[in-house]
């Protein structure tokens, strides 16, 4: 089992930054590709960006630009840094993890956090 807290929510004005932070504990981090997704009001819950367990990165095209995932294996940590946040970003953001080692590759994220809510005042 692979348990997932995030934190660094908050309320903050459009145009500033944040960094949000997904601290994972139970297993090997560095057997896990990491996801940030994000649910606002009344949305369905949605990709943001992913990093696989060497570092390679992928993102939404909401996202491309403003937001960068990062990851700390020595801390089992993953990152997600919002910049030039913008009202429509406001939402509860997720962090989840999948098994993806050189033997076996989930394809579904199957741990997931409770979330941190942002949101972006105009």
């Known amino acids: 089992q692979v348990q997932l807290v995030e934190s660094g929510g908050g309320l903050v004005q459009a145009g500033g930054s944040l960094r949000l932070s997904c601290a994972a504990s139970?297993?090997?981090?560095?057997?896990?590709?990491m996801g940030w997704f994000r649910q606002a009001p009344g949305k369905e819950r949605v990709f943001v960006a992913a990093?696989?367990?060497?570092?390679?990165?992928n993102y939404a095209d909401a996202a491309k630009g403003r937001f960068t995932i990062s990851r700390d294996n020595a801390k089992s940590t993953v990152y997600l840094e919002v910049n030039s946040l913008k009202p429509e970003d406001t939402a509860v953001y997720y962090c989840?993890?999948?098994?993806?080692?050189?033997?076996?590759?989930?394809?579904?994220?199957?741990?997931w956090g409770q979330g941190t809510q942002v949101t972006v005042s105009s």
């Open positions: 989840a993890a999948r098994f993806d080692s050189s033997w076996y590759r989930d394809y579904e994220y199957r741990y």
């Open positions: 139970g297993r090997t981090f560095s057997n896990y590709a």
């Open positions: 990093i696989s367990p060497t570092g390679n990165t």
